[in-house]
């Protein structure tokens, strides 16, 4: 319960927060916060050991993709032709979107993290897999081992574009078309990218929403940073922002934190003056950057970055990112902000909407949850109770069971030896049944003989 103790103690909370420093894809937020918590001696840490599998392709990894990929075709086509091949080095995946090109070139974004750990759990479950990054590679890819390709990673807008394509797709026209039943939508965010429905789209968290839950990991590229004990750590806390507009949005739910890079100038560059804000957006004063010329920070200075910080504020954007699983791993707690909630049960979690909704059963130390209520001085104290906490609670290296190369594994194993065409059959079949369509014609699904 709310009493004046508390407020004042908000009060001197929000005074201490003295400065921000903005950092690439992330927003330092320092200050004395000695104050907040007695610090914890001989804080235990956890073995850093990375679980690392080796491909049998490792001495490929560091070449081009185009290379790459090559090799693998006359690695593949050898072993046919030997019949040596492996039970699982005989099936082919393609990944067709340059999610998977940006991955292998060291991208940081939450897509290109997703498709790194796809390629990792490729390359331990032994599969032979071949890259494109433009839409017209694809139906050229395909034609080359037609009869061993069990799927079609692809890039979600190309999949309606192929469908338009009579030289992509398989039909009465283009019987060496690509089945439709093949390719599975690779989508980062909510909605279902297929037009056989939301069993063909591939999730990397599970949201209850229909889509095929795969998953990824981030365990491998986190484990090779050391763990910082609480004690040692600087006094500061990083927000989670990569835009300046994400201050900007109507629903930001806090006004007491700073911005990364102004992208503002581009966002509203197509809104007339008179809808726009009344005042110029600015990074706001006491920011210091560690970067220079809007360079974001390589990922390995990214962690060393968050393993020496307190806590990881959320401010309602971007969703669904990968950082706070990072923060996790590095024994930092993650601020989730609800957006929605019952107001009849406000504890009630299925029915929040959050930041990022894979992580709302979640609980104290971890993850701590702030329903973005509409009185500022309510909301603010609830913030500032939860930073009190997460920075006065010490927390170990965390990995969600979910979050695990082993798990990842074995999720996209079992994703790739599904039938889809007895699924697509019985789809279609399903539908005239009950008197409805499938949004596409049959002769997407099948050869007409």
Same mark, same amino acid.
């Given at each position: 319960?709310?009493?004046?103790?508390?407020?004042?103690?908000g009060n001197?909370?929000?005074?201490?927060?003295?400065?921000?420093?903005?950092?690439?894809s992330?927003?330092?937020l320092?200050?004395?916060?000695?104050?907040?918590?007695?610090?914890?001696?001989?804080?235990?840490?956890?073995?850093?050991?990375?679980?690392i599998?080796?491909?049998?392709?490792?001495?490929?990894?560091?070449?081009?993709?185009?290379?790459?990929?090559?090799?693998?075709?006359?690695?593949?086509?050898d072993?046919?032709?030997?019949?040596?091949?492996?039970?699982?080095?005989?099936?082919?995946?393609?990944?067709?979107?340059?999610?998977?090109?940006?991955?292998?070139?060291?991208?940081?974004?939450?897509?290109?993290?997703?498709?790194?750990?796809?390629?990792?759990?490729?390359?331990?479950?032994?599969?032979?897999?071949?890259?494109?990054?433009?839409?017209?590679?694809?139906?050229?890819?395909y034609?080359?081992?037609?009869d061993?390709?069990?799927a079609?990673?692809?890039?979600?807008?190309?999949?309606?574009?192929?469908?338009?394509?009579?030289?992509?797709?398989?039909?009465?026209?283009?019987?060496?078309?690509?089945?439709?039943?093949?390719?599975?939508? +690779?989508? #980062?965010?909510?909605?279902?990218?297929?037009?056989l /429905?939301?069993? $063909?789209?591939?999730? !990397?968290? *599970?949201?209850?929403?229909?889509?095929?839950?795969?998953?990824?990991?981030?365990?491998?590229?986190?484990?090779?940073?050391?763990?910082?004990?609480?004690?040692?750590?600087?006094?500061?806390?990083?927000?989670?922002?990569?835009?300046?507009?994400?201050?900007?949005?109507?629903?930001?739910? +806090?006004? #007491?934190?700073?911005?990364?890079?102004?992208?503002? /100038?581009?966002a $509203?560059?197509?809104? !007339?003056? *008179?809808?726009?804000?009344?005042?110029?957006?600015?990074?706001?004063?006491?920011?210091?950057?560690?970067?220079?010329?809007?360079?974001?920070?390589?990922?390995?200075?990214?962690?060393?970055?968050?393993?020496?910080?307190?806590?990881?504020?959320?401010?309602?954007?971007?969703?669904?990112?990968?950082?706070?699983?990072?923060?996790?791993?590095?024994?930092?707690?993650?601020?989730?902000?609800?957006?929605?909630? *019952?107001?009849?049960?406000?504890?009630?979690?299925?029915?929040?909407?959050?930041?990022?909704?894979?992580?709302?059963?979640?609980?104290?130390?971890?993850?701590?949850?702030?329903?973005?209520?509409?009185?500022?001085?309510?909301?603010?104290?609830?913030?500032?109770?939860?930073?009190?906490?997460?920075?006065?609670?010490?927390?170990?290296?965390?990995?969600?069971?979910?979050?695990?190369?082993?798990?990842?594994?074995?999720?996209?194993?079992?994703?790739?030896?599904?039938?889809?065409?007895?699924?697509?059959?019985q789809?279609?079949?399903?539908?005239?049944?009950?008197?409805?369509?499938v949004p596409?014609?049959?002769?997407?699904?099948?050869?007409?003989?």
């Amino acid at each position: 319960m709310h009493t004046d103790h508390s407020e004042r103690k908000g009060n001197r909370a929000r005074r201490s927060w003295s400065s921000l420093v903005i950092f690439g894809s992330a927003l330092l937020l320092t200050a004395a916060l000695s104050w907040i918590f007695a610090l914890t001696r001989g804080t235990p840490t956890l073995e850093t050991k990375a679980l690392i599998g080796l491909s049998q392709h490792a001495e490929w990894r560091s070449l081009p993709w185009q290379q790459q990929n090559q090799l693998r075709i006359q690695r593949l086509r050898d072993c046919l032709t030997n019949d040596s091949c492996t039970h699982r080095e005989r099936q082919v995946v393609l990944l067709t979107s340059w999610y998977f090109t940006y991955a292998l070139a060291g991208g940081t974004s939450g897509e290109y993290i997703w498709a790194k750990s796809v390629l990792e759990s490729l390359d331990d479950l032994g599969y032979t897999y071949l890259i494109c990054d433009k839409r017209e590679q694809m139906a050229p890819l395909y034609r080359i081992f037609p009869d061993q390709t069990v799927a079609v990673i692809a890039h979600p807008s190309w999949i309606p574009e192929c469908m338009q394509d009579d030289s992509c797709i398989k039909s009465h026209k283009h019987p060496e078309g690509i089945p439709l039943w093949k390719i599975l939508s +690779f989508e #980062f965010w909510r909605g279902p990218w297929h037009p056989l /429905g939301p069993n $063909w789209t591939l999730s !990397p968290e *599970d949201l209850n929403n229909g889509n095929t839950y795969l998953g990824y990991s981030i365990q491998r590229a986190c484990y090779k940073n050391l763990y910082i004990p609480h004690e040692n750590r600087k006094n500061r806390a990083i927000v989670l922002a990569k835009r300046l507009t994400y201050f900007y949005q109507p629903t930001y739910p +806090f006004n #007491f934190v700073g911005a990364i890079k102004d992208d503002t /100038g581009y966002a $509203w560059k197509n809104v !007339p003056m *008179d809808k726009r804000p009344t005042a110029n957006p600015h990074v706001p004063a006491g920011i210091e950057s560690l970067t220079t010329g809007g360079e974001n920070l390589k990922r390995e200075q990214w962690y060393a970055e968050l393993a020496n910080t307190r806590i990881m504020i959320g401010i309602g954007m971007p969703y669904l990112s990968p950082s706070p699983w990072d923060a996790l791993c590095l024994g930092v707690p993650f601020l989730n902000p609800v957006s929605a909630w *019952d107001a009849k049960d406000p504890e009630n979690r299925t029915a929040w909407r959050t930041q990022h909704d894979a992580l709302q059963f979640e609980t104290e130390p971890r993850v701590y949850h702030v329903l973005e209520v509409k009185n500022a001085t309510e909301r603010a104290r609830l913030f500032w109770e939860a930073v009190g906490r997460a920075a006065s609670t010490p927390l170990e290296r965390y990995i969600s069971p979910h979050k695990t190369p082993e798990f990842v594994r074995e999720r996209l194993h079992s994703i790739l030896q599904i039938d889809w065409k007895l699924k697509a059959e019985q789809l279609l079949h399903g539908s005239h049944a009950q008197g409805t369509n499938v949004p596409v014609r049959d002769i997407f699904l099948y050869r007409r003989g």
